[in-house]
């Protein structure tokens, strides 16, 4: 069955770099929506970054524009990375990889609502 892993989390100070990795399995994950997601306590999760494998299509919301980069890696699994550079406070938060089925068209790409697999989750800290 389907299974996401994400690794690559941690501390980092202000403008700081970090590099998240999802590592997917069960799937050729050849055309997926998949990307990257937050929550922070007491808040609704919220879509990072996004992209279909098949055409590598992408979303970004607002707030990461210009510092995230999602992309797709095919070695002998399939992983999707998110690098975060210029880190801010507000970055801070568990940060969660997830696919929809494949083939599936979304409404959304940045909608959580439409993701049906998730990983455990990485924490993210941004603090000096």
């Known amino acids: 069955h389907l299974q996401l892993m994400e690794s690559g989390g941690g501390s980092v100070q202000p403008g700081g770099s970090l590099r998240l990795s999802c590592t997917a399995a069960g799937d050729t994950f050849t055309s997926h929506w998949m990307g990257w997601f937050r929550q922070v306590p007491g808040k609704k999760r919220a879509g990072v970054a996004v992209?279909?494998?098949?055409?590598?299509?992408?979303?970004y919301s607002g707030s990461v524009k210009g510092r995230f980069t999602v992309s797709q890696h095919k070695d002998q699994n399939f992983s999707l990375a998110l690098q975060m550079n210029s880190l801010k406070p507000e970055d801070s938060a568990m940060y969660y990889c997830?696919?929809?089925?494949?083939?599936?068209?979304?409404?959304?790409?940045?909608?959580?609502?439409?993701?049906?697999?998730w990983g455990q989750g990485t924490q993210v800290t941004v603090s000096s």
């Open positions: 997830a696919t929809a089925s494949y083939g599936t068209a979304l409404f959304e790409p940045l909608d959580p609502d439409e993701y049906a697999f």
């Open positions: 992209m279909f494998t098949g055409a590598d299509t992408k979303y």
